[in-house]
């Protein structure tokens, strides 16, 4: 991860946050010197704490611990730290709280903007479980304020403004900041297209044949097979380039760079493996292309076992001639002479294997600069898939549950209703809602609660992945189910297996064990709703009338439900 961003947004933020603590120091001086009733040792702590929090600044501004994230998260929340602890010792009195509240709500934006985009769950749950009381807090004491403490409202409205518009101007630049490292990744990658050395080397190549074919007379049949395999090896390489450029779906883009291999150099097999996570992928994902029978299962097989295997042994390329068969056992059948193995990525972040294998003996004995621009741009396209699947995933998940959100669902949703009427097939929508969960939040807390959300939402998304279909937080505690394809007949155990898998669940927070259930509307097209624009509604609709029948159920719509009903 570039980390350059966020130090940079810290250290620019730290010329306001000293303004900020003049204003505060300010405004107690005043309340001090105003009010018979301010005690001397209050307005001493807040001098303390204030002093305590620059002191802190001055560190991370002067010294190389603004270059460690950790170091930088460990001082941010020090001081998130320090200002609940001052916010505690002025609890319930009327003087300095709000500013107090305001450099808390800095603090916590400043932790979160410290923060990696992977723990982006656990920020904003940090800022929701301690950002929100503070807000109201903060509005409760305003409320409370009598007329003639203007002067001191005035200083804490301003303190507030001024944290607020620092914060926000903080976050926007750190957005721009990520947009222009998506935009150097790009002209990075233009610039390596523009000065690849593969593509010139074929290009001298073609000179030097030409050249050889006017001074030494070389056989023009063998001139014309060099320059017709240089030319295809540039034409494949401009088609694999200007699919990258367009694409950032790998699988698509390893179909493409295998197919224009196999096309121009006409090999044994040609295989790609990338290992999960590596761009947001939940699973490993094979690309293998070969005409001969069963060896791409043999080849996948073996993938990520010899991918570990060169990773412990450190080694980045393998080429296999003698001792072919002892080395790849499962080649000892098969008519295969050469094989080049070769580490995609380097050392600690290599992500996956690149394996090629023909008859021809001896055949990667000669120059390998094709394969090697190839890969190349096989890396390119990974590092910009990772970016934008990135940027993808923080606009499509939801925040506490990371699976789909609601406005990414309606897009998937939209594109499967339009698939299943195009191919006039089916669909079934199931919407279901926790049983009591206000219950649940008033009992053991928000935060139990949030975990009994995630829960389900984890128990849902494995379920329904199973049968091809997509899950979303819809809203609070409902969710809603999609299965394309499946008539109510099958969606129906389908769902009562996600049913009885929710209900067995228990949710083990502090000293409690906290059990589940769920209410669960099921409808389908076109068996019961013969308008695809009302799957939701309908299961909407059966979703209520379980709740309003006893909860802890799955109804399955049968097309007497009316709105009225419910």
Same mark, same amino acid.
């Given at each position: 991860?570039?980390?350059?961003?966020?130090?940079?947004?810290?250290?620019? *933020?730290? /010329?306001?946050?000293?303004?900020?603590?003049?204003?505060?120091?300010?405004?107690?001086?005043?309340?001090?010197?105003?009010?018979?009733?301010?005690?001397?040792?209050?307005?001493?702590?807040?001098?303390?704490?204030?002093?305590?929090?620059?002191?802190?600044?001055?560190?991370?501004?002067?010294? $190389?611990?603004?270059?460690? +994230?950790?170091?930088?998260?460990?001082?941010?929340?020090?001081?998130?730290?320090?200002?609940?602890?001052?916010?505690?010792?002025?609890?319930?009195?009327?003087?300095?709280?709000?500013?107090?509240?305001?450099?808390?709500?800095?603090?916590?934006?400043?932790?979160?903007?410290?923060?990696?985009?992977?723990?982006? &769950?656990?920020?904003?749950?940090?800022?929701?479980?301690? *950002?929100?009381?503070?807000?109201?807090?903060?509005?409760?004491?305003?409320?409370?304020?009598?007329?003639?403490?203007?002067?001191?409202?005035?200083?804490?409205? +301003?303190?507030?403004?001024?944290?607020?518009?620092?914060?926000?101007?903080?976050?926007?630049?750190?957005?721009?900041?990520?947009?222009?490292?998506?935009?150097? =990744?790009?002209?990075?990658?233009?610039?390596?297209?523009?000065?690849?050395?593969?593509?010139?080397?074929?290009?001298?190549?073609?000179?030097?044949?030409?050249?050889?074919?006017?001074?030494?007379?070389? $056989?023009?049949?063998?001139?014309?097979?060099?320059?017709?395999?240089?030319?295809?090896?540039?034409?494949?390489?401009?088609?694999?380039?200007?699919?990258?450029?367009?694409?950032?779906?790998?699988?698509?883009?390893?179909?493409?760079? &295998?197919?224009?291999?196999?096309?121009?150099?006409?090999?044994?097999?040609?295989?790609?493996?990338?290992?999960?996570?590596?761009?947001?992928?939940?699973?490993?994902?094979?690309?293998?292309?070969?005409?001969?029978?069963?060896?791409?299962?043999?080849?996948?097989?073996?993938?990520?076992?010899?991918?570990? @295997?060169?990773?412990?042994?450190?080694?980045?390329?393998?080429?296999?001639?003698?001792?072919?068969? =002892?080395?790849?056992?499962?080649?000892?059948?098969?008519?295969?002479?050469?094989?080049?193995?070769?580490?995609?990525?380097?050392? $600690?972040?290599?992500?996956?294997?690149?394996?090629?294998?023909?008859?021809?003996?001896? +055949?990667?004995?000669?120059?390998?600069?094709?394969?090697?621009?190839?890969? /190349?741009?096989? %890396?390119?396209?990974?590092?910009?898939?990772?970016?934008?699947?990135?940027?993808?995933?923080?606009?499509?998940?939801?925040?506490?549950?990371?699976?789909?959100?609601?406005?990414?669902?309606?897009?998937?949703?939209?594109?499967?209703?339009?698939?299943?009427?195009?191919?006039?097939?089916?669909?079934?929508?199931?919407?279901?809602?926790?049983?009591?969960?206000?219950?649940?939040?008033?009992?053991?807390?928000?935060?139990?609660?949030?975990?009994?959300?995630?829960?389900?939402?984890?128990? /849902?998304?494995?379920?329904? %992945?199973?049968?091809?279909?997509?899950?979303?937080?819809?809203?609070?505690?409902?969710?809603?189910?999609?299965?394309?394809?499946?008539?109510?007949?099958?969606?129906?155990?389908?769902? =009562?297996?996600?049913?009885?898998?929710?209900?067995?669940?228990?949710?083990?927070?502090?000293?409690?064990?906290?059990?589940?259930?769920?209410?669960?509307?099921?409808?389908?097209?076109?068996?019961?709703?013969?308008?695809?624009? @009302?799957?939701?509604?309908?299961?909407?609709?059966?979703?209520?009338? /379980?709740?309003?029948?006893?909860?802890?159920?799955?109804?399955?719509?049968?097309?007497?439900?009316?709105?009225? %009903?419910?």
């Amino acid at each position: 991860m570039n980390t350059e961003p966020a130090f940079e947004l810290q250290k620019n *933020g730290m /010329a306001m946050h000293r303004v900020i603590y003049i204003v505060f120091f300010l405004q107690r001086l005043l309340l001090q010197f105003e009010s018979k009733d301010i005690m001397l040792s209050k307005t001493i702590c807040i001098l303390v704490f204030l002093v305590l929090c620059e002191v802190i600044e001055e560190i991370l501004y002067h010294t $190389d611990c603004m270059r460690s +994230l950790t170091f930088l998260r460990v001082a941010r929340y020090t001081q998130c730290l320090l200002a609940t602890v001052m916010l505690a010792f002025f609890q319930g009195t009327m003087d300095s709280g709000i500013m107090i509240i305001a450099l808390l709500l800095m603090f916590i934006v400043d932790f979160f903007l410290s923060m990696e985009v992977s723990d982006k &769950t656990k920020a904003v749950l940090y800022l929701a479980g301690v *950002g929100c009381p503070v807000v109201i807090v903060v509005f409760i004491r305003m409320a409370m304020r009598s007329s003639d403490q203007w002067m001191f409202l005035f200083f804490d409205m +301003l303190m507030l403004l001024l944290v607020l518009i620092t914060e926000a101007m903080k976050l926007v630049e750190y957005v721009v900041k990520k947009d222009d490292i998506i935009l150097d =990744e790009r002209n990075r990658f233009a610039r390596i297209v523009e000065k690849n050395e593969d593509i010139l080397n074929m290009q001298n190549k073609l000179k030097n044949t030409n050249n050889q074919l006017n001074i030494q007379k070389l $056989d023009l049949q063998r001139a014309n097979k060099q320059i017709k395999e240089a030319n295809e090896e540039m034409k494949a390489q401009a088609v694999i380039m200007h699919y990258i450029a367009s694409s950032f779906e790998v699988p698509k883009i390893s179909n493409q760079i &295998t197919d224009s291999i196999m096309a121009v150099k006409k090999l044994g097999f040609c295989a790609v493996y990338i290992k999960e996570n590596v761009y947001l992928n939940k699973h490993a994902n094979y690309v293998i292309k070969t005409n001969i029978g069963q060896l791409q299962s043999k080849i996948k097989d073996q993938m990520e076992s010899t991918y570990l @295997e060169m990773v412990e042994q450190r080694k980045s390329e393998v080429v296999l001639y003698e001792n072919l068969k =002892e080395e790849i056992p499962f080649l000892q059948d098969v008519n295969i002479n050469s094989v080049y193995i070769k580490l995609l990525g380097t050392g $600690d972040e290599s992500y996956g294997l690149f394996m090629i294998g023909d008859e021809r003996k001896n +055949l990667f004995s000669e120059s390998m600069s094709f394969y090697n621009a190839i890969i /190349a741009q096989y %890396d390119i396209a990974i590092s910009n898939a990772k970016i934008y699947n990135e940027m993808q995933h923080m606009a499509r998940k939801d925040g506490l549950t990371g699976i789909n959100n609601r406005i990414y669902f309606n897009e998937l949703f939209k594109e499967s209703v339009g698939r299943m009427l195009a191919a006039n097939g089916c669909m079934s929508v199931a919407l279901f809602d926790i049983d009591k969960f206000k219950s649940v939040n008033d009992t053991y807390g928000h935060l139990a609660g949030d975990e009994v959300i995630k829960r389900i939402a984890s128990v /849902a998304e494995q379920c329904i %992945d199973k049968y091809n279909g997509f899950v979303c937080r819809y809203g609070g505690e409902e969710f809603v189910a999609a299965l394309p394809n499946r008539k109510l007949e099958i969606a129906q155990p389908i769902i =009562e297996e996600l049913f009885e898998e929710i209900c067995r669940q228990v949710v083990h927070y502090n000293e409690w064990d906290i059990g589940m259930s769920v209410s669960i509307g099921l409808t389908a097209y076109p068996e019961v709703c013969k308008n695809p624009d @009302e799957l939701l509604k309908r299961a909407d609709w059966c979703m209520y009338y /379980a709740k309003e029948h006893g909860r802890h159920q799955v109804n399955v719509d049968d097309g007497s439900i009316e709105k009225m %009903d419910v």
